[in-house]
């Protein structure tokens, strides 16, 4: 009220994260007098085009597999997106997440897509449905703008052989790592980078009053992990667990 003073203050974190510029990619090529006389408009056609098509492609892969990596949340599995409710089941989480749900867009493989409109075709609007059946279209969807592009990744996932658990508890706030005890020993591969991974009573939280979901936070593998001869491993990861502060991210560590 009036005249009181203030005897309390909130500090103001700012995160950082270094960008690094190391992705190029060019297409060579050797032209001959001849070629560069063509017109314009031939060598386009000829050179310009297939050289963009490539240069494109190259960026779209890399974003694509980098996104995948960065981001850590996941819904079930690729089969549980077809139809309504999987694509609801992302909206939620996004919510959840703090994203402005008035302007979503949802990029999804051919296949991916293809689920989503079989599993959609019937249930809405004789108007949706036509533009399912003779346009192969979506359109807006659940508040999304759906897009499908075939250079979406596929992830082959590490084989988790044993039965791994937490060999020590993340004691500090902001860890990239943790150690496992229970995986099969001696094994290549039982994690693969951009594999996810939860970790047991690490519940995802909201990102402002920090109140626990009723789902494990999903986390993802920064490297390609073995197990060693005792089934022990520490996994990288590429998001830090914060357990506490402005930054948290897990219910408990």
């Given at each position: 009220g009036s005249g009181n003073n203030i005897t309390a203050y909130e500090s103001i974190e700012e995160n950082e994260t270094t960008l690094s510029i190391d992705q190029t990619n060019f297409v060579g090529i050797?032209?001959?007098?001849?070629?560069?006389?063509?017109?314009?408009?031939?060598?386009?056609?000829?050179y310009a085009k297939p050289i963009g098509i490539r240069l494109a492609n190259f960026c779209n892969n890399y974003m694509?597999?980098?996104?995948?990596?960065?981001?850590?949340?996941?819904?079930?599995?690729?089969?549980?997106?077809?139809?309504f409710n999987g694509v609801d089941n992302l909206k939620i989480r996004l919510i959840n997440m703090g994203i402005d749900w008035m302007d979503m867009y949802c990029g999804l493989s051919p296949q991916?897509?293809?689920?989503?409109?079989?599993?959609?075709?019937?249930?809405?609007?004789?108007?949706?449905n036509d533009k399912i059946l003779m346009k192969g279209a979506i359109g807006d969807y659940d508040g999304f703008t759906m897009y499908q592009d075939q250079s979406m990744q596929f992830h082959t996932t590490g084989t988790a052989a044993g039965t791994p658990v937490v060999a020590a508890t993340v004691t500090t706030n902001g860890a990239t790592s943790v150690n496992l005890s229970g995986l099969t020993p001696t094994q290549t591969g039982v994690y693969?980078?951009?594999?996810?991974?939860?970790?047991?009573?690490?519940?995802?939280?909201?990102?402002?009053?920090?109140?626990?979901?009723?789902?494990?936070?999903?986390?993802?593998?920064?490297?390609?992990?073995?197990?060693?001869?005792?089934?022990?491993?520490?996994v990288t990861l590429t998001n830090?667990?914060?357990?506490?502060?402005?930054y948290q991210n897990v219910s408990a560590a």
């Open positions: 050797q032209l001959t007098q001849v070629e560069l006389s063509r017109k314009v408009t031939d060598f386009n056609d000829t694509t597999e980098t996104a995948a990596l960065g981001f850590d949340n996941i819904v079930g599995s690729t089969a549980a997106l077809s139809g991916s897509m293809g689920g989503v409109r079989q599993g959609t075709l019937g249930l809405f609007t004789p108007t949706a693969k980078r951009g594999d996810k991974i939860t970790f047991a009573s690490s519940f995802a939280v909201n990102p402002i009053t920090k109140a626990a979901y009723n789902y494990l936070q999903t986390f993802t593998v920064a490297a390609d992990v073995d197990s060693d001869g005792g089934g022990l491993a520490t830090p667990i914060y357990f506490t502060g402005a």
